[in-house]
């Protein structure tokens, strides 16, 4: 009845599945974005949308005709 195995011990690994079921929930919706992110990059379903975000990130540039409007307070790095 007491113990480890117990009625006590029993609602602490009840309770601990139940943090472990939310947090599985969470990382799997994460896993499925960026799933879903790469396949964006794969060459047979490249966007090109996509390709021209990230080349413009990494590579810190803009097109002469655009304007750029940086946010005050917003930190800004380059990759």
Not at 15 to 41: H, K, N, P, Y
Not at 47 to 54: F, G, K, Q, S
Not at 64 to 76: F, I, K, S
Request: glycine share 6%.
């Amino acid at each position: 009845m007491s113990g480890e195995l117990g009625l006590v011990g029993r609602a602490m690994i009840e309770s601990r599945v139940s943090e472990l079921e939310a947090e599985l929930e969470v990382l799997s919706g994460e896993r499925q974005e960026l799933v879903a992110r790469v396949s964006l990059l794969r060459p047979e379903s490249l966007d090109p949308d996509m390709l021209d975000e990230r080349a413009r990130l990494n590579l810190n540039l803009v097109h002469t005709n655009e304007l750029v409007v940086l946010r005050p307070g917003h930190r800004y790095t380059m990759n």
